[in-house]
């Protein structure tokens, strides 16, 4: 994906959070697919990021998950099998 759009400064990790958090590198940007935001992953997701860091969560139906951290809604998108929303929260929020 990264090829396709033409990104040459980007740094991909494959990985689950709980085997990532333990690492104290920086990230500008996390994305979380199919997960919900729960207490536990806060303090990890933090840690990863940069000042100023964000995560895009991509989701299907339900987003109440993400109500105490201030979410800003990028994208959401209605098809036949169901809806599908991008989620942004700061890494501010996560404090």
């Given at each position: 994906m990264t090829a396709e759009l033409g990104l040459d400064k980007v740094h991909v990790v494959n990985a689950r959070l709980e085997?990532?958090?333990?690492?104290?590198?920086?990230?500008?940007?996390?994305?979380?697919?199919?997960v919900k935001m729960?207490?536990?992953?806060?303090?990890?997701?933090?840690?990863?990021?940069?000042?100023?860091?964000?995560?895009?969560?991509f989701k299907a139906i339900q987003s109440s998950d993400l109500d105490d951290y201030q979410p800003k809604l990028l994208l959401k998108e209605q098809h036949p099998w169901g809806s599908r929303s991008l989620?942004?929260?700061s890494r501010k929020a996560l404090a």
């Open positions: 085997d990532h958090a333990t690492q104290g590198i920086g990230y500008d940007l996390i994305l979380c697919r199919a729960e207490e536990r992953y806060r303090y990890p997701l933090y840690r990863l990021l940069n000042d100023g860091g964000k995560v895009v969560f989620w942004e929260v």
